[in-house]
């Protein structure tokens, strides 16, 4: 497994620093293009990497059609070449990120999560220690679609809102410290959180469906309805919140 947490944050952060080349020629060139050419070309770079260094294991990504055989397979590389296409094209916008992870068993075992803008990989490889809690606890919610639910939990924790753009962006913030608690309703795919769940279990998060139940990896179908990564000492709340 060694091997799988290092690769996964040698990836992420390839495919970053392609990104970050891309995301220079905003300004000068029309931004949706420049954020077509990233969604595409941060995929063309995992797949061909992940087919060098695992060519025998299975690939579910955001940018391409899906194989229904990865359900059988034992490993299979969730990823997200480019989570948060929206704030990649505002530069000097950081919340956005890539996504690499291996699940196996339904579970994320291996992963990383790159923030590019931000120079930081996250990883399970060498999970960072999350920082102190301090006042009242953070709610990272989305900046263009807060789901409904936001201002329930809000009132419950006394939650102050923290504005935030891509799904790997929010739950970084809390194994960063810089939050506390993301919960989301609206429904996601796995490669919006395979990734980040990897690295905030690893680093001791809370991890799990919003009514505190299991997330499972690799479906036939790849959406899950809900998630919540919060502080374990939070999480009991969140779930009484929203039940």
Known sequence: ?????????????????????LRRRIGAEDAAAVKDEGD???HELLVARLGQLHPGDAVLSEEAADDPARVGAARVWVIDPLD??????????TD???????????????GAVALP????????????????????????????????STAVLAEA?????????????????I??????????SGGQHEWDSAAPVAVAQASG??????????????????????????????????IAALR
Request: hydrophobic fraction near 45%; glycine fraction near 8%; charge should be negative.
């Open 157 to 173: 924790l006394g939650a102050e809102l923290v504005p935030m753009g891509s799904a790997g962006a929010k739950a970084m913030a």
């Open 40 to 42: 595409r070309r941060s």
């Open 117 to 148: 803008a931000r120079g930081l990989v996250l990883s399970t490889g060498a999970p960072p220690a999350v920082p102190p809690a301090t006042g009242r606890p953070r709610l990272v919610v989305s900046r263009t679609r807060p789901p409904a």
């Open 96 to 110: 956005w990120a890539v996504h690499v992870a291996l699940v196996c068993a339904e579970a994320p075992v291996a």
């Open 205 to 238: 998060l809370h991890c799990s469906r919003l009514d505190g139940s299991p997330l499972r990896y690799n479906q036939p179908d790849p959406w899950l309805p809900d998630l919540l990564i919060c502080r374990p000492e939070l999480a009991e709340r969140v």
């Open 175 to 184: 194994v960063l410290g810089e939050a506390d608690v993301y919960a989301h």
């Open 1 to 21: 497994m060694s091997d799988d947490h290092a690769d996964a944050a040698l990836l992420a952060d390839e495919a970053g620093r392609l990104l970050i080349e």
């Open 84 to 93: 948060g296409t929206r704030e990649f094209g505002e530069p000097p916008r």
